[in-house]
C-alpha cells in the first residue's frame, strides 16, 4: 500500500511550502514506527481527543496514508543514496585503470607520430588538461584522431582494438562519472521529496501528540503513548 498512498499524496508533498519543511531529526523508520504505533494508540481515546478539538479525519484517518507515503518515499531515496554511493565505489575502483589505459595510449600516439608534427601537435592538445572528465573526453578524442591515421598506425603494426576500446571506456566511465557526481545527495528531488513526505506525516504525528497530551496531561497510563519513547532514552 505505500506506494498507492505514495502516489494519493504526491501532489499534496509538491506543493508544501518550501520554508516549512524539515530534514528528520531521528531515523526515518523509527519515526514511521512511532506513527503507526500512535494511529493505533488513539483508537481507544477517540472520543476524548475529538472533544479537545483534534481534526480527526484530517490527523487521525489520515495517518496511515501519511505513513505510507513517507515509507515509500525513504525507500525511493535509499534506493538513489546506495544507488550513487556503489558507482563512487566502482568509479574509484576503474578510474586509476583508466587513467594509465589513456597514458599509455598517449605514448602510442607520440612514439607512432613522432616524424608528423601535424599529429603531435592534436596529441599534444589532447594531453594538455586534468581531471577526470579530461581523461574521459582524451579517451575520446585519441580514438579519434587514431581512427583517422590508421595507415601511421598500420605501418607500426599497432593493435587497432585499442581505439575502439578507448570510445567505449570513455562512454562507460562517462555514464558512471554522472552517476556517481552528477547530482549531489543533499540537492537529490528523491531526497526532497522525503523530506517533505518526513514534513507532511510530522505534521499530523505532532498535532496528536500534542492533543493526546493536554489531553491526557493528568493520566500517566495514557499520556505514555503520545510521547516519543525514541527521544526519551
Known amino acids: 500500500m505505500s506506494k498507492e498512498n505514495y502516489d494519493v499524496k504526491l501532489a499534496v508533498l509538491e506543493t508544501l511550502p518550501q520554508e516549512e519543511i524539515k530534514a528528520p531529526t531521528l531515523p526515518v523508520d523509527v519515526f514511521i514506527q512511532e506513527a503507526e504505533n500512535l494511529y493505533v494508540w488513539t483508537e481507544e481515546d477517540k472520543e476524548i481527543l475529538l472533544a479537545k478539538g483534534l481534526d480527526w479525519k484530517m ?28 558507482a563512487s565505489k566502482v568509479w574509484k575502483e576503474k578510474s586509476p585503470k583508466a587513467y594509465e589505459f589513456r597514458n599509455d595510449l598517449l605514448a602510442d600516439l607520440r612514439f607512432t607520430f613522432r616524424k608528423r608534427p601535424d ?49 567505449q571506456k570513455s562512454d562507460t566511465l562517462a555514464e558512471l562519472l554522472a552517476k556517481a557526481n552528477g547530482t549531489t545527495l543533499d540537492n537529490s528531488k528523491a531526497k526532497e521529496i522525503r523530506d517533505r513526505a518526513f514534513t507532511h506525516l510530522k505534521e499530523a504525528v505532532d498535532e496528536v501528540r500534542d492533543t493526546g497530551k493536554y489531553a491526557f496531561r493528568k493520566d500517566p497510563e495514557r499520556y505514555k503513548g503520545y510521547i516519543s519513547q525514541y527521544k526519551r532514552r
Open 119 to 167: 599529429l603531435i601537435t592534436r596529441v599534444r592538445a589532447i594531453a594538455d588538461g586534468e581531471g577526470d572528465a579530461d581523461m574521459i573526453q582524451d579517451l575520446m578524442d585519441i580514438s579519434v584522431l587514431g581512427k583517422a591515421n590508421v595507415p601511421e598506425l598500420e605501418k607500426k603494426k599497432y593493435d587497432l582494438r585499442n581505439l575502439e576500446l578507448a570510445a
Open 59 to 86: 490527523f487521525v484517518e489520515d495517518l496511515p496514508i501519511r505513513t505510507g507515503a513517507c515509507r515509500y518515499a525513504q525507500a525511493m531515496w535509499m534506493k538513489e543514496r546506495y544507488s550513487q554511493e556503489e
